[in-house]
């Protein structure tokens, strides 16, 4: 038996627990007011937010420690059965949200939850470089981006949906329930890389492993025994810090939205968690067209002939140059539909950019280690990220969030000059004499 296509088939997959991934996650921010009215009854909005904020920080501090963790995991035992020892526990940990009882129980879920969820990162991007050649990369990393979109689209109308017939704690035990109907199709299709799978083709095979070009520096044919350093070694490569600087300063941006958009929606222009349900899905269409986007554009440009280093850049500063005047519309946006549109346009930048930030790993190293670096860029990205949910809990007191938005301006700056400083040539590294 050969299923043609069949590393789309793959990453078709990855997509889909990325969708999961998001809808497991977002379901706590969505049914937040009424777990807040339920748990801390006697408490204000200020008061709500603060727990809110708290429980989001432990998320994903947890996030960023099972980045690093998952992705040294996913280099030991590798993508199908790392994929499905992360989105395993993550579903459970997400049904156990039922039994939550305050702000000490949801955190623990949380941290648990985090923890596992942190796996779908550096499982995608060791997958990515696994199964596609170079010229690829970039377009089956937006599939895989488009997926946490798409679950950022569907989730709150399918919380909204639920919440008018179960209570929050029954909608956590289906949702939770989806990942590990995922892992049907996931452990019967995925049976082993591309190598030896035995339903792959010799056509596509050779497709794969021909194209991998940067993993065959030393030009024996063999596609995956490309520059594999120690992990001090790793580190010793400026544009290794270029991956994980750039990765800690655009990756809070997309949660500064997907935390506080429910908040944000209910706090400055009083929308209900049905309202919000309704409407909170409008900027993750834009992140979903956003990561078609980055990819089509750099396969176009790959394939006219532009190199790898010049491609990743120009994608990269057009993400960012998207962004950049988003956040400053913000600030005075007039209505709930203005801003949900400005924030659509912002986070179809941010997918542009951050699909093929996530690709560089895979430019520049052998697979063997993508998914280490790919794990310490998700880590630091987690930990800025977490850094960023609790201050905006201070500085937005009394609904003001221009601080916030300043701030997301300024980190994607510090996105797009990272890569240009830090990666002066994106390409094949070598061992350092």
């Known amino acids: 038996m050969k299923l043609k296509g069949l590393r789309w088939w793959v990453v078709g997959l990855v997509a889909l627990a990325a969708v999961v991934n998001y809808i497991d996650r977002q379901a706590f921010g969505a049914l937040w007011p009424d777990i807040a009215k339920e748990l801390f009854p006697d408490m204000d909005k ?39 020892l992360s989105i395993g526990v993550w579903s459970v940990a997400t049904m156990f949200h039922a039994f939550a009882q305050g702000m000490l129980s949801f955190s623990i879920f949380r941290s648990i939850l985090g923890l596992a969820e942190a796996g779908n990162w550096p499982g995608a991007a060791k997958a990515n470089a696994e199964w596609f050649p170079t010229k690829e990369r970039a377009l089956a ?20 949906l639920l919440s008018a017939y179960l209570e ?62 120690t992990t001090t070694q790793l580190l010793k490569h400026k544009e290794s810090w270029g991956v994980i600087i750039a990765s800690a300063a655009l990756d809070p941006i997309w949660w500064l939205f997907i935390v506080w958009i429910p908040i ?33 554009i750099a396969q176009n440009r790959l394939t006219a002939g532009w190199s790898v280093d010049k ?40 997918q542009i950019a951050i699909g093929n930030i996530q690709t560089l790993p895979s430019d520049m190293f052998g697979g063997k280690i993508v ?9 630091a990205a ?24 300043l701030i997301g301006g300024a980190l994607a700056i510090i996105a797009l000059l990272s890569i240009w400083v830090l990666c002066p040539k994106i390409e094949p590294l070598k061992p350092k004499s």
Not at 382 to 405: D, H, M, Q
């Open 46 to 84: 200020d008061g709500h937010k603060l727990i809110f904020g708290t429980i989001s920080t432990v998320f994903i501090l947890s996030y960023a420690g099972g980045q690093a963790l998952f992705g040294k995991i996913f280099d030991w035992i590798g993508t199908r059965m790392g994929f499905a």
């Open 141 to 160: 990393q937006g599939v895989f981006n488009s997926g946490a979109a798409i679950g950022g689209i569907v989730a709150y109308p399918v919380i909204g």
């Open 168 to 229: 929050w704690k029954a909608i956590f035990i289906v949702v939770g329930a989806l990942g590990l109907l995922w892992l049907i199709p996931w452990l019967y299709i995925v049976k082993s890389g591309p190598k030896t799978h035995p339903w792959l083709s010799e056509d596509e095979r050779k497709y794969i492993l021909s194209g991998q070009k940067n993993q065959d520096i030393d030009e024996d044919g063999n596609y995956d025994d490309g520059y594999v350093p």
């Open 264 to 296: 944000y929606l209910s706090e400055v222009f009083g929308l209900n968690v049905k309202e919000i349900a309704f409407s909170a899905w409008l900027p993750y269409v834009g992140a979903m067209i956003g990561a078609w986007a980055g990819g089509l």
């Open 311 to 350: 491609t990743r850049k120009m994608v990269i500063t057009l993400g960012c140059l998207i962004m950049i005047p988003c956040f400053f519309l913000l600030k005075a946006p007039g209505s709930a539909t203005t801003a949900v549109i400005i924030m659509a346009v912002l986070l179809f930048g941010f």
């Open 371 to 379: 998914g280490t670096l790919s794990g310490f860029a998700g880590m």
């Open 382 to 405: 987690k930990l800025a990220a977490a850094g960023l949910t609790i201050l905006v809990t201070f500085i937005t007191t009394g609904g003001n969030y221009i601080p916030a938005f």
